[in-house]
């Protein structure tokens, strides 16, 4: 909202007759449409424009909490004071400002226990979709003389899900059209550390083993520092600013057999033209001027005549693995088999970069050139961790070959779509729909065989 625009509908506080004499109902009717025009204008706001509104400047840095202990003694401290007052008893005075006293060195404590504090997060290098991983907190007290006691981290995204408040998840968090479990941002920490005591100027770690359920992108926005101390009626937390991602990715699981079949070779192929290649391919007269080393003597004992050896050329294999993200099945199932469709895509990677397989990676978004060993596969992977299905609407071609041209020069596309790349392709498009060139030189798995 522009600031002219909160002017306007904050005008009407600034007339005197809003205030005063009969106005006064006008006033509070005015006041009431200005509340009213900034909540409309706030929930029309379009869904990507909250999510990109930066209001974390206005949220506060400190939180205040009052423990069941503490609603007791709150409780006990009325009773007391009314009765001290009722009765002016000396005695019921003085454990009324003890009590009062105790509060305020509760607040004092808790916050000299929560500062100076330095938390650090470590995640594991690789991520998998579904995987038992540690990630170790440390807690660096760096206070000279003062311990920091009973100190709960936590994610502040965790404390977001708890809460599943109505205004973040509706408004703020939910990208358009995106499915109700993504509605509401995943937490990096899924569990709390508790920490009894850090001595000052020392470090102590905490292991918590997780796993994370979906695949993608996690990221950390901060960390709440809380505390009972000293009595536990009042929990006081700091939120410290931290910022960090995980990238998790697709679950990998062990390909069948028929995959160990298909024509894959790590490195060279055996061609079927002559060339300067390792296997015969033929025998034949000796020619004048070629090398005494190609002579084959067998041949030319039994014959009387000089015989030469001739070889096969040795072909590169090209292999390309194909996931095709958009969505042609309309039924309410597709977003889980297109989640089994991206797993499958990360174990053949993973499967091809174990055999040492030169192969490409290609979607209608993503190409990843020729490549083979582990820098190849986790570039992949990568990919694969964020990769979202797409639409099947009115743009897409309905070419399959087509689909792929934004993300791949011409040439490319047209190298890969040939009999002389053999392509293992993921898709949901209907049996049938693959031009029978690309379907003869392809693996085809649809999306009801996963």
Known sequence: MAPAHLAALLLPLATPDAWQGAGTAMGILSVAAGLAAVCAAALAMPPDAAKKADLSRWRPTFSFGITPAGGMMILATFLIAAAAVTTGNNLLYLILALLLSAALISGIAARQSLRAIFVSVRVPQNVFEGEKVSLKISLTNQKRWITSFSTLVEDVALLRVRRRSAWYAGVLARPSGAPPETRYKAPVLQHAAYFPAVPPGETRSMLITQSFARRGEYRLEGIRLSTRFPFGWFRRGERIRVTGEVLVYPSIREVSSELHLLPFRPGKLEGRRLGQGESLHS?????????????????????????????????????????????????????????????????????????????????????????????????ILRLLAVVEIEPHGPEKSPDPVEAFSGSIQKEDLSRIFTEKVFKIIITSRPRGTLPAPVWRASRVFYYDEL
């Open 283 to 379: 025998i034949r007269a000796y020619r004048e001027g070629e090398s005494a080393r190609l002579i084959h003597w067998k041949a030319t004992a039994k014959t009387g005549k000089l015989m030469t050896r001739e070889f096969t050329r040795e072909e590169e294999s090209e292999f390309c693995l194909i996931l095709d993200t958009v969505n042609h099945d309309p039924g309410p199932g597709a977003p889980g088999k297109f989640e089994k469709a991206v797993s499958l895509a990360a174990s053949l990677a993973a499967h091809f970069a174990r055999e040492g397989a030169d192969f490409e990676y290609l979607t209608p978004r993503e190409y990843v050139p020729r490549g083979s060993g582990a820098d190849h596969l986790y570039r």
